[in-house]
């Protein structure tokens, strides 16, 4: 998929729709037709909706809205609709068709769509209520800049949740038929029965051979306050893209105190644009597991004081560093912020991971940048697909306690030498300006532009570095919540949730 241009939202909208009915069910069986959702009677002046639309169970009433809840199982194409004085809950793990597996052949797989329209708010009451779009089945979760979609948790709804809040539901994730390198069974990486478990979870899988795999499309959506432990080590994040492929559409996204990662992508080809990720407790983007895909113009904020947060950014691959395929992340037009001392770096580049920064600025009170272990430092090797050391073009650094980490592994010389090599030139000195925490000042704009084009087919050029150009650059306003790690100025508060 190609980059999209600011302001191109509508047409990107439509040019999704066309792309996937086209693709509906591919690879499997096809679902039983079902009409969409008609809805019930409605609103009571002033107070809840009489009833639910039919495929949705009665819930009552939470915070003076009807309560309707989704099916554990959608395995027949299903809406959820906007409609006044009514809210949608998850009540334990909610499927969106069956795993069709990786070659699109498995025993009793079922493909479905849910769709979600503008404005529709989805709650979860607890740690065990998530989302889960399988192999071969989509979200269509397309917002809008004046009706967002929100998944939020019940203590939000009913007035309980603060900018300290946490883990108060599972999150969403969507599971596909692209590519991964961590295989179960000793698979090729890559191939079509190369899948993995998600997070051991033994009958949720992800992977296959398929790059331009299609799970749907999520465009301007707010995920607030998920996050959740399943087993030690092993959680739900506010967003995960496990194996998801490139014609997935994922924009306008802003994922708000997850207990965990903001977003996780397992392998995959994903591309993904206009991101804001505010306060989550791990890092907030963290790539893995032989991801080759695309991100532009994304926020990032860790939470301010104490001790959580992890690193604003890690990108890493398997235990087995030279897996193929390899991790190859390019991410261009970032402002990445870390106020926490939760972590000992803003970036964390391991494993053997290929990774390019590019257009970006880092401002940190810690370290602005660690990278471990020599195979992410090796040189380009084309029998291993690697594509040389970390690259750096156009970005700045504002750091705290140093600029490179010395955690004895690769010395903050030989990370210092990488940084300012005649390769890399334009990476200037750099002092922080940044308005609003977020918004580009005269230092931002003072520093020269990459031209983010060449990197491939999805990002696109810009005149400038950062997220957010200036005071006139308005990509994130509407959609986006607003608190105390960074206010937006939209006047919609994330600890409340906003009815459109």
Known sequence: MTGFPRNASLLIAAALCAATAACGGEGGPAPTPSPTATPGPGPSPGGPANGCPSGFEDGGVIADKRNCILPREV???????????????????????????????????IAATLTVEPGVVVFGSGGLDYLVVNRGSKIRAIGSAAAPIIFTSRANLEGLATDASQGQWGGVILLGRAPISDCLGGATGGSANCEQTYEGLATTLYGGGLAGDSSGALQYVQIRY??????????INGLTLAGVGSATVVDHIQVHNSADDGIEIFGGRANAGYLVLTGNDDDSLDTDQGYQGFIQFMVAAQRTGGGSGDEVLEADSPDAEDSLPRQWTRLSNATLVQRSTGASSAILLRGGADFTLANSVISTGRACIDIDGAPTMRATDA?????????FRSVVLSCGTSAYLNDGDITPNAIQALFESALFGNNPAFANSLVNGFVNGPNETAAPAFDASTLGGF??????????????????????????????????????????
Do not use: H, M
């Open 75 to 109: 395995i027949r194409d299903l809406t959820v609709p906007a409609r006044s004085g009514t809210v949608y809950s998850l009540s334990g793990r909610v499927d969106v068709g069956r795993d069709i597996g990786g070659d699109g052949q498995a025993s009793g797989g």
């Open 226 to 235: 998920a996050g959740f432990e399943l087993f030690p080590n092993q959680e």
């Open 383 to 391: 029998g291993l697909q690697d594509q040389g050391p970390p690259v």
């Open 459 to 500: 990002p696109i050029a810009t005149s400038y570095i950062g997220a957010v150009k200036d005071a006139n650059d308005r990509w994130f306003s509407g959609w986006t919540c607003d608190s105390a790690t960074l206010d937006f100025g939209g006047g919609a508060r994330c600890d409340r949730v906003q009815y459109r």
